[in-house]
């Protein structure tokens, strides 16, 4: 029911940007937070960059300063606007949402299907 779906990615050129959107929909719940993960091939996923229910921004080190994440007022949408891009960049992207069913405490994470962010040098 609960539905991620990415857009924005593609192929750029290093130094380029991209803004990437996540629109979430279905069921009831509310949002603890939003993120941005990447994943390259033979790499672990990673997590690039999150936004907490309170506005408060979490970055991985090699993206501070040059990717940006926010949301909607509703919570419903989270953007990662990428800018400055690098070759290392490339990588599947996938938007996480850790939700909170409304009348309990219990929290799941749900994931989009990844869009993919090409960097060339």
């Known amino acids: 029911q609960v539905q991620l779906v990415e857009s924005g990615g593609g192929l750029v050129q290093a130094g380029g940007s991209l803004r990437l959107s996540c629109a979430l929909s279905?069921?009831?719940?509310?949002?603890?937070?939003m993120g941005w993960y990447r994943q390259a091939p033979g790499k672990q996923r990673e997590l690039v960059a999150a936004?907490?229910?309170?506005?408060?921004?979490n970055y991985a080190d090699s993206v501070k300063g040059r990717f940006t994440i926010s949301r909607d007022n509703a919570e419903n949408t989270v953007y990662l606007q990428m800018n400055s891009l690098k070759p290392e960049d490339t990588a599947v992207y996938y938007c996480?949402?850790?939700?909170?069913?409304?009348?309990?405490?219990?929290?799941?994470?749900?994931w989009g299907q990844g869009t993919q962010v090409t960097v060339s040098s």
């Open positions: 996480n949402a850790n939700l909170r069913s409304r009348g309990t405490l219990r929290s799941n994470d749900y």
């Open positions: 936004i907490f229910s309170g506005g408060n921004t």
């Open positions: 279905g069921g009831i719940f509310r949002v603890n937070a």
